[in-house]
């Protein structure tokens, strides 16, 4: 378990920090009865389409585990206004439960829109590969399998977003896209396309993307399918030249009009037959040779009648000259 302290970062300057006695009253922890809760509607936003789906699956996977406080603020008659958390607590109502935990501030009606403002202005979105990696060391079994069979074909799944020129082989960002395949084709024959993805024409930075292992693992469970053997098929995919064909196809797609993964999927599929037929995957179009230059042969000059013409009268210059002396 890695585990680091909270210190402050160092190449974060801050300007003008609000002075300690301008932070306005600490807040307070306390249990509170959902019944005693209540939503201003002046700034708060009603629960749509989106909000009900989430108060769903927060009642339906309910952990206090997971269920942070609900910031409040007192109001008249002994009740509190929600500034965050209304979701939850509605989640937690569905449940049954009576009482929440609540962090208590001490705002005006304004205080309190623009606490609720900042909140949910200014959080941090989790990318999904760090939900990723928590839900693997949450033990969630769909993670693990995802985990499996990158591990079992030596692909390393980042934890965090990498660009592409500082990513190392084996190296990738598309969790999605294995677990897709894992769920459309299982663990064995995604584990089989990305290992064949990491043969020694491929295997370098930039290969183990969404849209090539998708199309891959298709093209794998086709060929499956058809009675290949795994060595076979791993043979026919590292005779293709993965991120030439994407860079082909995605022009391809855009001149066609359809679908990438699809497209390329059917492209590679055709290249991992045709090797596996004994034609070799096919050659890129031969640039024609450029035709050689037509040497013409010199054509005799032919004096026309005006040049001589002309010459006859420069001939005959010196004789009038000297007829004239």
């Known amino acids: 378990m890695a585990l680091r302290p909270i210190i402050p970062v160092e190449d974060i300057t801050v300007q003008a920090a609000t002075p300690a006695n301008d932070r306005g009253p600490a807040p307070q922890l306390q249990w509170l009865k959902i019944a005693d809760l209540v939503v201003d509607e002046t700034y708060q936003r009603p629960i749509g389409r989106a909000g009900r789906a989430n108060v769903k699956a927060i009642a339906e996977g309910f952990r206090w585990q997971s269920f942070s406080p609900v910031i409040v603020s007192p109001i008249d008659g002994g009740r509190f206004a929600i500034v965050d958390g209304q979701h939850r607590a509605t989640a937690a109502a569905l449940c049954g439960i009576e009482t929440v935990p609540c962090q208590v501030i001490l705002a005006t009606p304004d205080g309190q829109a623009a606490a609720f403002a900042q909140i949910n202005g200014r959080t941090t979105s989790v990318h999904s590969m760090s939900l990723f990696r928590a839900a693997v060391a949450a033990g969630d079994p769909a993670a693990l399998v995802t985990q499996s069979a990158a591990d079992r074909a030596g692909v390393t799944i980042l934890p965090y977003p990498k660009p592409v020129a500082e990513q190392k082989p084996g190296e990738t960002m ?3 896209a294995i677990g897709l395949a894992v769920r459309e084709h299982g663990v064995d024959l995604t584990a089989l396309a990305l290992k064949a993805m990491r043969g020694p024409n491929n295997d370098h930075r930039g290969v183990l993307v969404a849209p090539l292992i998708r199309a891959v693992c298709s093209v794998v469970a086709q060929l499956a399918k058809a009675g290949k053997t795994a060595a076979e098929i791993h043979a026919a995919i590292d005779r293709l030249r993965l991120a030439r064909e994407l860079d082909s196809t995605m022009v391809a797609a855009r001149e066609k009009g359809r679908p990438l993964i699809p497209l ?49 009268a420069k001939a005959a210059v010196p004789s009038r000259i000297d007829s004239l002396r």
Do not use: Y
Not at 272 to 299: D, I, N, S
């Open 174 to 176: 598309a969790h999605g």
């Open 264 to 312: 390329l999927a059917e492209r590679l599929l055709h290249h991992a037959t045709r090797t596996l037929e004994g034609g070799g995957v096919a050659p890129p179009l031969a640039v024609p040779p450029k035709p050689a230059a037509v040497v013409q042969a010199a054509r005799p000059v032919v004096p026309s009648a005006h040049a001589e013409a002309v010459e006859r």
